[in-house]
Each structure stands twice: as C-alpha cells, then as structure tokens.
C-alpha cells in the first residue's frame, strides 16, 4: 500500500505528485554528496490544492507530506518515495511526523497568534525528517494578519521547507499567496469509485458502501462516516424527514431547535473527548501537582486554551448544522429532478416515498426557493448569525415553499 493509494479518483494528481516526490528526493540527496543539482525539478517549495468539498484535498496534501519524508531502504534500490510503511510515512499520515506541521482553523479564522510559532518554525532546518513540512488545511479561513505572516514565509521560505495549502478554490486564497505556489485541482471522485474504495479498504458491504457513496454524492470522507457509524445514518434520516413535518408555525420553531440541539450534542461530545484530556496534558507541562493548584503566573497560558476550547466548540457546532444542510440540498435536488423527469440518479433513494411526496404536491419554482433558503441559512451562519435565528428562519422559509 503507498500514500498515494486512498486518493480516490485522483489519479492524475498523484501522478504529478510522486513525479514531484521523486525530484524533491533527488533534490535531498544531491545536498547531501554536494553533488549538482539536478537542472529541471518538478518539486517547489510551497502547493495549493483546491478542489470541492469531498474531493480530498487535505488527504492528498498529508500523501504529499508523506512522500517527501518517506525513508524506506527500497528507495535505494530504485524505489519510489512515498510507500506508506516506513517510519516517515507513518508518522506523516497519522499525524505525528516532528518535522510536518499541520494548522487547522479552531474557529471561523486562522489567527495570527496562531501562525506565529508555524511561521518561525518555517525558518528552521528539519528535525530528523528530509523536509521541514508545513500543512494549512483551511487556507480560506486565513484572515488578514495571519494570510500576511504566511505570505512573508512563502516569498522567502528556508531550503528545506514546503508550504502545503489547502482550500475549495483559488478565489478563497489571496492572489499574493496563490502566484507563489503550484495549483493543483482535486475533482469530486465519482459514485462508484468512492463505493469501491470503502469495499476494499474498509471492509464494507457492497450495498451499504454504494448507499452511502450515492447518498453522499462522492464526498469520501462522509461517506466512510455514513458507512460505519449507525449514528450518522441515525442523524441522517431524521434530517431527511424534516422536510415533511413542516406544516405549522410550531412544528417549524421545533425542527429548527432539534437541528440546533442535535449540532450541540456533537460539539458537546467532542469537547468532552478532547478537553479534558488537553487540560491535563498542559497542567502536567506547567508543573502542577496532582489535584493542586496551578504555578503562579500560568493563568494566562490555561485561559488561552480555554478560548481556543470554545472557538472549537463553536466550530463543531457549525460544521454539524453545516452537514444537516447538506443533507438538505442533496433532498430538495432529488425532488427537483423528480419534478422536472431528469434522469439525474436520485442520491436519497432511501427517503424515495418522501421525496415523491413533496415533488408531486409542490413546483418546481417552489422547490428552488427552498434550495435558496437553505443556502441562505449556510451564508448566515458563516457570518456568525446565532444558529437558532438563522435555522428558524430557514424552516420557516421551507413552510412557506
């Protein structure tokens, strides 16, 4: 198995990719001998990978990271970077790799407070791995500050570093940042690619892996969700019969809460996996004794977790509500090709008797305004709108068609 294997449906980009791989190595090891470099590379220091949601983006750019840190022996032998089973493979892909850094949005910015050690760390020389790597997973939530901290490191990055952006597209990235880097653009993988990998490598059922791929229309990881956990199916199917249970005023203000509560279950669920364990990860740093009081002088540093605890929290929040709309678009254009006789294949053919329902006592022109609303419930809750209002509001605008 290589990195490049759960890539689904991205075969040209990986072979770029390892071609890439390949020269960087070539790269690594002309440094090492004080040999001449080799004339023509494909390898840069810093890529942009765009691509819609589902397609990968973040996974092709850990395969990336993977490959240029790769040391298995077989690559002296002739053996491509990036065979998935050696100590730097490993570690770049599951995450803890020294020498490969990832940023993730905590809540709706990267901050720059956030980028500041990322980008002094850019600066240095690799640890113990072959390239000091540098993994931005929500380049589109950059603000201002941290987009222009990050631009000064990839004007003028150190030898050794490879800056690895990731966002839906080029128009998400500032113009100063995307004319410095290598574009790559990831398409959604198909229906039946995205089956098959979840057959092969997950194990799953054919059926239940071509359902959850149909339902999800290509978006992998969603799809291995939907595959193998019951309760994603569980919250899927409550969504999709949202769309019935809006006669009356009151029934709207109920959907809305529960889509509200359920988003905060989820946030409320990951909090308690992960904030706990990281408090007591940084009160053992701080030199805490057990069930004492904290040092003098740390206060500040355990209030900054706390905020980034919450803005996590919030986050997770929107993300949830986020994939609950999804769902909804995914239902209201299965009703809309079912109104106008397309032979588009239906995502949703387990909800079918609800979807014939609502296209046979609605229009067309109704069921647009209701896909509308539902983008304008996603808009809202982008700038921050408090979730209930802008969920309200939507199921109320679903009511009225």
Excluded at 33 to 47: D, G, V
Excluded at 143 to 156: C, G, I, P, R, T
Excluded at 261 to 279: F, V
Aim: glycine share 6%; net charge neutral; charged share 25%.
């Amino acid at each position: 198995m290589t990195v490049w294997d759960d890539l689904v449906g991205q075969e040209k980009v990986s072979e770029l990719l390892a071609a890439a791989a390949r020269d960087a190595d070539a790269l690594v090891t002309a440094a090492a001998a004080c040999a001449p470099l080799p004339e023509a590379s494909r390898m840069t220091h810093a890529w942009l990978f765009t691509g819609p949601p589902g397609a990968g983006r973040n996974r092709t750019a850990r395969a990336f990271a993977a490959a240029l840190q790769c040391v298995s022996p077989d690559r002296a032998l002739g053996g491509a970077p990036g065979c998935g089973f050696c100590d730097g493979c490993h570690t770049a892909l599951i995450g803890t790799h020294a020498d490969v850094t990832t940023v993730a949005a905590v809540g709706a910015e990267i901050l720059v407070k956030d980028m500041r050690d990322t980008v002094r760390k850019s600066f240095t020389s690799p640890a113990n791995g072959r390239w000091q790597i540098i993994l931005v997973e929500d380049a589109e939530r950059l603000n201002e500050k941290s987009a222009n901290a990050v631009l000064k490191a990839v004007e003028e990055p150190a030898p050794r570093t490879v800056w690895l952006l990731c966002a839906p597209s080029l128009e998400d990235v500032l113009p100063t940042i995307r004319s410095r880097c290598r574009h790559l653009n990831l398409r959604t993988p198909s229906v039946d690619a995205v089956a098959d990998m979840l057959v092969r490598r997950e194990g799953i059922e054919p059926a239940v892996a071509a359902a959850a791929a149909r339902a999800t229309q290509g978006h992998v990881d969603r799809a291995r969700r939907l595959a193998t956990d019951p309760a994603a199916r569980e919250r899927r199917a409550s969504v999709l019969k949202l769309p019935l249970r809006l006669d009356e005023v009151g029934a709207c203000l109920r959907a809305a809460q529960e889509l509200v509560d359920a988003a905060a279950e989820d946030a409320k669920q990951l909090a308690e996996e992960m904030d706990g364990k990281e408090t007591e990860e940084l009160k053992t740093a701080l030199g805490a004794a057990q069930g004492g009081r904290m040092p003098r002088g740390t206060a500040g540093v355990m209030k900054d977790l706390e905020d980034m605890q919450k803005r996590r929290r919030t986050r997770t929040q929107r993300d949830s509500l986020d994939l609950a709309l999804t769902d909804l678009t995914g239902f209201y254009r299965d009703v809309l090709a079912l109104q106008l006789g397309s032979r588009v294949a239906i995502a949703n053919a387990d909800a079918e008797e609800a979807l014939g329902r609502l296209a046979r006592g609605s229009s067309p022109e109704s069921t647009l305004r209701r896909i509308e609303a539902v983008s304008a419930c996603r808009e809202a809750l982008d700038r921050n709108v408090a979730p209930l209002l802008a969920v309200e509001a939507m199921t109320m605008a679903l009511r009225a068609g």
